[in-house]
């Protein structure tokens, strides 16, 4: 007897052992999806292994059915899963439901069943459960939607329900295949006419049907000039009727060839355009090949606008020359028609895209060209590392430093740049991680020669760095020369670019018109009623949004606590910068790009194109115009508030300004001549705003690093975050101090809190949060994890907690 551990796409602790039905044993992988029961449904799931060993705890069920001919992931998949899982502190089937397509996943659904010791007697039904049941006694089985169309009513549920108690019918879930190739039907001609003999007599004999005859001429000509012609298009180019191209099939002269097509479209030009690297850019590519000879990792530190991607293109191309496969990845909205334009350009038909606008179908195709290889380089944000990767020879990790290659909800928790080291290492693939303002951690490691480090300094082209200039906010305020948001400085220089017709971006990071409003009479401030935050006040919607739990409000115009109507808009996000903008500048044309204005990726796209074209002047927005993109045009840059980048609470707050400021800076002047950078702030000694200005990334590390040393923070430590949370505030901070004193004797000052975080409401649930500090030492840090879980468990074992919610976020 065989038995299978099956991965199930629920977020349960542990996988499943189902019996092997004998049939299916030549058959079962591990890797292959499987239908399986759970209680009384169903779900797709992944075989992790396939063994002997009965287990002692619970009967066995056995697997109903065996999905797909070959197995959609491979064991490295599996073992990748199986590490994250574990270092992430989540479960496999987390990492399963992130990693599969929806398509792939599939669902259930309800079907009815007749109930055979029912028996007949209709009498105690009443008419429209007597509709049903009849249907049922003679079909015997009922999906949802038949019954909805038996009905035509709205309670359709409350009248099944009504038979289920009456026991007139039973329900199971049954799974439905969802993912539908696309075919296309194309037309051929039937082999007997192939040659000029053969066909000749046709034309004198369809002299009656001129209308077939025309057609007829029209496919000949569309096959000879592009070898393949479809139904829909020969239709639309001969302007014939469906009914003619019968006339034709019926007299066996054309034939009708349905076929499976591709919906995903891959690059067209399978040539590729030759280019030159600098002789900066060629030495560090040969630093990379050397670096790889000897480190896994290597990290390149080149300076924004030094020609990363073309390095990146010229290894690329020698990883697929040795027949393996390449994953490039970027953070989400780095990923733009530029980008995509300038890689398809050299890997045309070989290069496939990956992230989240792709549709579930789509996602499926993808899928099956990763695991078969035809897609030899994938381009993709973060959840493109869960593919099925056949034989995986390099990963490039561009933007390394960017915050969105964690991920945060749901699980798995995972940073793409760590997940994708290890996945790398299953395949011993090489990776590159590049930057211009490297992590703390990344750089760290290539200083202390884990990873090797290659540095590039100088701008392609020769190009000067941005000049930077700090423009004094107090200073301003206190002569009285602010006007609205902006200093003289600023004023100026926008006015001289767009005196000499160059473009103009400002980066305020803030979206909204304003962060919260204020009744100046009693200082009543209208906050979200889920949430413990302010709204923020969107002045084109004319209401007030939740940014964390994406509640919208009407607009207040009289205070809730005085009731007088004395509201004003404190603060300022990029609406009211834009609005101004109009004020100050009535000529410009003026754009503005943040998560309100840009609601599609082709909205995005377009706005990077008006800019590329010239018909944006000015373009206001939030770190969605920082990630790598490059401008012609663009010689002046703004950074509205550097004091707002510069005081959060988070140990990593002025790395995170730095590569901010120096990411926004770089869009400034990258073809002709030198840029400009204008950075307001008040506190303008900030030691950070010294680095940027220097574009001193090496003064930055060694301040920074001193300081997390001191603090023992990472990469100095390895952090667990630990939130818990529940409806009743009472219960979470119970639990919190509960878990708190278990946890204290095994962690001493290892443990920080719990506490309540900053924004203690969100979404209707309180929060308290832990860290836990650990020392860089993987032995401990796995036997804590394995403590956590324990205490986790016991926690909720107990009556009153047994709704409260724990999430672990590691790193
Ligand atoms: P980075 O990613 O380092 O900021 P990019 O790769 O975007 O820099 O390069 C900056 C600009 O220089 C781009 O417009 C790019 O096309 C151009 N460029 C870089 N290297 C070359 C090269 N070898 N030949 C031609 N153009 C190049
Ligand atoms: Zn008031
Ligand atoms: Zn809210």
Redesign the pocket.
């Known amino acids: 007897m065989k038995f299978a551990d099956v991965i199930l796409p629920l977020a349960l602790p542990r996988n499943y052992t189902y019996a092997v039905p004998p049939d299916m044993e030549n058959a079962i992988q591990p890797g292959s999806r499987v239908a399986v029961p759970l209680g009384n449904k169903k779900y797709a799931g992944i075989v992790k292994s396939v063994h002997d060993q009965a287990p002692g705890a619970y009967k066995t069920k056995a697997i109903h059915d065996l999905l797909d001919k070959e197995p959609v992931v491979y064991p490295t998949q599996l073992a990748f899963w199986e590490w994250m899982a574990q270092y992430y502190m989540c479960n496999e089937g987390d990492v399963l439901n992130a990693a599969l397509p929806a398509h792939l996943k599939l669902s259930s659904e309800t079907v009815l069943l007749f109930n055979d010791a029912f028996g007949d007697d209709f009498t105690m039904l009443d008419e429209y459960e007597y509709l049903v049941a009849e249907a049922l006694h003679i079909r015997q089985e009922l999906r949802i939607g038949e019954v909805q169309q038996i009905l035509d009513r709205p309670d359709v549920y409350s009248i099944i329900k009504k038979l289920i108690e009456k026991k007139v019918c039973l329900v199971y879930e049954e799974l439905k295949e969802v993912y539908k190739e696309k075919t296309e039907k194309f037309i051929l001609l039937n082999p007997a006419y192939e040659t000029d003999e053969a066909i000749a007599p046709l034309f004198d004999e369809l002299a009656r049907a001129p209308k077939q005859l025309e057609l007829l001429l029209a496919y000949l000509h569309l096959i000879k000039t592009q070898g393949e012609v479809a139904q829909s298009e020969l239709l639309k180019k001969s302007g014939a009727s469906a009914a003619q191209l019968k006339g034709l099939v019926d007299k066996e002269i054309l034939q009708v060839d349905q076929r499976i097509v591709g919906r995903v479209r891959m690059g067209k030009v399978d040539v590729q355009i030759k280019?030159?690297?600098?002789p900066a850019?060629e030495t560090a590519l040969a630093a990379i090949r050397e670096c790889f000879t000897e480190k896994q990792v290597t990290l390149l530190h080149?300076v924004?606008?030094?020609?990363?991607?073309?390095i990146y293109v010229k290894l690329i191309e020698e990883y697929l020359g040795s027949g393996k496969q390449v994953l490039y990845l970027l953070p989400e909205i780095a990923l733009t028609a530029q980008i995509i334009r300038r890689l398809q350009k050299h890997f045309g038909t070989q290069i496939g895209i990956y992230h989240s606008r792709f549709s579930n179908n789509e996602r499926v195709e993808i899928w099956n060209k990763v695991k078969s290889g035809e897609i030899r380089i994938l381009l993709g944000a973060r959840s493109s590392l869960l593919l099925p990767f056949r034989d995986l020879g390099l990963i490039i990790l561009d933007e390394e430093h960017d915050g969105s290659f964690k991920q945060q909800d749901p699980a798995p928790r995972y940073h793409a740049r760590d997940a994708a080291i290890y996945y790398a290492g299953l395949f011993k693939a090489k990776i590159l991680l590049g930057s211009?303002t490297p992590s703390l951690e990344s750089y760290y490691n290539a200083k202390q020669g884990k990873y090797a480090l290659v540095e590039l300094q100088e701008r392609?082209?020769g190009i000067a760095m941005p000049a930077i200039e700090i423009a004094d906010l107090k200073k301003e305020m206190a002569m009285k020369e602010m006007v609205h948001n902006f200093t003289s400085v600023l004023r100026g220089h926008i006015t001289q670019s767009l005196e000499a017709g160059k473009q103009v971006i400002l980066f305020q990071n803030r979206r909204g018109y304003a962060p919260f409003l204020l009744c100046t009479t009693c200082g009543w401030i209208p906050n979200c009623k889920q949430c413990d935050v302010s709204l923020t006040y969107h002045k084109h919607q004319d209401n007030m949004h939740c940014h964390y739990c994406g509640t919208r409000y009407p607009y207040v115009y009289t205070c809730a606590a005085c009731g007088s109507q004395t509201l004003v808009p404190k603060n300022f996000g990029t609406e009211k910068i834009e609005e101004d903008l109009q004020e100050l500048f009535p000529q410009a044309r003026i754009a503005r790009m943040d998560m309100d204005s840009i609601r599609s990726k082709d909205g995005h796209n377009r706005m990077i194109q008006s800019l590329e074209q010239g018909e944006i002047d000015i373009l206001v927005g939030t770190q969605m115009v920082v990630k790598g993109l490059?401008f012609q045009n663009v010689n002046l840059v703004g950074v509205i508030s550097a004091d707002s980048l510069l005081s959060y609470p988070d140990f990593r707050v002025n790395e995170r300004a730095f590569q901010l400021m120096e990411q926004v800076s770089?869009r400034s002047g990258?073809r002709d001549g030198q840029g400009k950078v204008i950075i307001q702030a008040s506190n303008t000694r900030h030691h950070i705003l010294q680095f940027v200005t220097e574009h001193n990334y090496k003064a930055m590390y060694e301040a920074e690093i001193t300081e997390r040393e001191q603090f023992g923070y990472p990469p100095f430590s390895r952090i667990i975050k630990l939130t818990i949370r529940h409806k009743k505030q009472k219960t979470v901070d119970e639990a919190a101090l509960v878990l708190g004193n278990w946890l204290r004797p095994h962690l001493g000052a290892q443990l920080v809190g719990p506490a309540a975080p900053l924004v203690s409401r969100v979404r209707g649930f309180y929060l308290q949060e832990m860290l836990i500090k650990l020392p860089r030492d993987s032995r401990r840090i796995a036997q804590v994890k394995n403590m956590l879980k324990e205490f986790f468990g016991q926690l909720t074992i107990e009556k009153q907690f047994r709704s409260v919610v724990i999430t672990p976020d590691v790193d």
């Open positions: 280019f030159d690297l600098s850019q080149g924004t606008s030094s020609g990363k991607t073309e211009a392609y082209g490059d770089g990258r």
